[in-house]
Structures are given as C-alpha cells and as structure tokens.
C-alpha cells in the first residue's frame, strides 16, 4: 500500500458474506430467512451469518439455531461442512478468493479478513476521476468487476480507520463528480465523521 499522509483507502465488505455463499450455492435460499450455522450437535448450531429476511424476525449472529427457529419458524438453515470435527471453511476461503482476485485487478489491497479487504487507491483515484469526470462507468468494464452471487459494500476509509459506515442501501456510497471533490462528495455521508 502507499505510504504518505494523503491516501485514498476504501474499505470494501462483503455483506452477509457467508450467507451470500450458501445463497449462490443454493439459489432457493434468496429472498427468503435464512442462516449459516455451524457445529450442529448442540441447540441446532451456533449461527454465524443471518439473511436480512431473517433478520427481520428478529434473527441475529450468535444466537443457537433453535433460539431462531422460535423466532422464525421458517427459517431456513445452511450448514458449515465439517472435516474431522472441525468446522470446513473451504467453500467460504474460494469465494473469498475470487472476490480478492477481482479486487487486485483495481488497486493494491490487503485483506482484513475473509470478507474485507482495503483497497490503496491512491495511485489510481486522481486519473480515474478526471477520466471519468462525472460519468458512469463504462459498461465493458462491469463485467469484469462483478462477482457473481456476492454483492459487497464499499466506501471511503481515510488513512485505513477501518470506518464501518456503510449500509446496505447504498447510502454511503458517493460518486465523486471530479478530482479533488472527494471530499466534499462525501461530506453529507454518515462515513464524514472519517475525513
């Protein structure tokens, strides 16, 4: 990543990231409550992602399956494979790493996690947005920057703070008209505070 004190970061998180992978193994599992459990024997599982259907009915991360159920009996579950007792996160390591192929492709990143990464900006933004200058992005471009099935959230993160602003409706999110009103852009955002 650049070194300085003016950097462009965004942080980008995959939402609901665990689940997004169980939804695009199991398309039948969009649009409707559901969650990621693992280690089953007890209570049904611990749950680790939750759909925002489910999250609806009250359905949260941490809570034991059986807990859920009560709140929402139609609760659909996916289950963590599991490998000599132990939890199997093979599944979720290569979506992640396809997400992260694709992220590179932009910028230098270092990953956070298994859904999150910072992508270093800084050598890019200033001649992307005077390409760009206010328009859309080019639609050859967005084939290449979709991952299917796994829809993220991404936003300004001066200096790498690791803001977590952002929501899934978008609105944290700015397109800057031109170089050097990225500030500005996102000065009415709930990730402001972060400039």
């Given amino acids: ?49 939750v759909s925002y259907e489910a999250r609806a009915f009250g359905v949260s991360r941490g809570m034991w399956a059986s807990e859920a159920r009560a709140l929402c009996p139609e609760l659909a579950l996916a289950r963590v494979p599991q490998a000599r007792g132990k939890a199997d996160l093979t599944r979720y390591r290569e979506a992640s790493a396809e997400v992260m192929r694709v992220l590179s492709r932009f910028a230098a990143i270092e990953r956070a996690s298994i859904d999150e990464a910072y992508l270093d ?7 992307r947005l005077r390409d760009l200058s206010g328009r859309p992005l080019p639609a050859a471009l967005l084939p290449s920057t979709f991952v299917q099935g796994l829809p993220s959230e991404a936003g300004p993160d001066p200096a790498g703070k690791g803001t977590r602003r952002a929501d899934p409706a978008g609105k944290g999110t700015h397109h800057p008209r031109s170089p050097g009103k990225a500030h500005s852009a996102c000065s009415d955002s709930p990730g402001s505070r972060a400039w």
């Fill in 1 to 49: 990543m650049s070194r300085g004190r003016e950097r462009v970061v965004a942080l980008v998180d995959m939402d609901c990231f665990f689940m997004q992978v169980e939804q695009r193994l199991d398309p039948q599992l969009r649009g409707r409550p559901c969650a990621v459990v693992q280690y089953t024997e007890w209570q049904g599982g611990g749950i680790i992602a």
């Fill in 121 to 127: 900006l800084t050598d890019s933004a200033r001649h």
